[in-house]
């Protein structure tokens, strides 16, 4: 063969490489195919630009903001709205729109450590129920069990009995936000570890978690490095859809005069201030219950858009 036909050979199987590799697509990672896909969902793009802006607002803007919630203004006291006050003012002179910027810091924080707590919990008990069957039974009925009890009741119970010891040991702001995180957490995890339980179910008897067993290695690292990876999708909108539920759950104790005290505002609790004077000035709760209810639905929107991007059946190539 002359050197020409080898010449020719090469380029024409060089071609025919680069014609199967575009056939194939280009390479994508899955998080950068998840992304793409999550791009696409307008509901969820929204739901981001929403939360960022509310949580931008509430833990940034008292900075900014020229207003001090701090000082009291009784000769300018349920004000409707104007400028500087856009949304009014309480019946002490405070700004209402301040007072609900600093009342997001803490539902917003509550929500999310909340959330954590409830994960933590869901996986671990989840992920025992799924891989060990001896202890699948009592962990599932504990979990039907707490699905069983009414929600808002036990909280209510709970907070009532604990909130002054705790208090008394870690300080009134302190001692209230820990017991809200562990008893919202610590009673709303039920969903997330039937979950988990029924994908570790699925994925202990696939080839490579038995290839895995029958190597030798030990329960503990497959369960680290191959059961828990292969179930954080769900995990995943199962987090984005609790932080509302758990913001929710916050303003609805606050609401009923059993959360945080009068001195830490949450968006529950200037609801319950505010409900008497409504009809002095609207914003006084309908600000609050704005704030709230946006930051709901665009967690929701984003949990809508996680769960669309991290199913396999739809995700397209494009």
Known sequence: ???????????????????????????????????????????????????????????????????????????????????????????????????????????????????????????????IAGYVKKLDFLLMWLTDLFLSLPLLPVLLVVVVLFRDPVQDSLGDSLGIFILMVVVIGGTSWMQTARIVRGEVLSIREQEFILASRSIGTRSQRIIMDHIIPNVLSPVIVAASLGIAIAILTESAVSFLGLGFPLELPTWGRLLNEAKDRMSLNFWLVGGPGLLLSLTVLSVNLIGDGLRDALDPKGRTSA
């Open 1 to 127: 063969m002359t050197d020409a036909q080898k010449d020719l050979t090469e380029s024409t199987a060089a071609r025919s490489a680069a014609a199967q590799i575009d056939d194939m697509g280009e390479f994508r990672s899955l998080k950068a195919d998840v992304w793409r896909q999550f791009k696409k969902h307008k509901g969820a793009m929204a739901g981001v630009v929403i939360l960022v802006v509310i949580t931008i607002a509430c833990f940034l803007g008292p900075f900014v903001l020229p207003m001090n919630v701090d000082e009291l203004d009784t000769a300018n006291a349920n004000q409707g709205p104007g400028w500087p006050n856009i949304w009014g003012t309480d019946n002490l002179g405070r700004d209402a729109f301040m007072r609900a910027l600093l009342g997001g810091r803490i539902s917003l924080l509550v929500g999310f450590v909340a959330m954590a707590v409830s994960i933590i919990i869901g996986v671990l008990v989840g992920v």
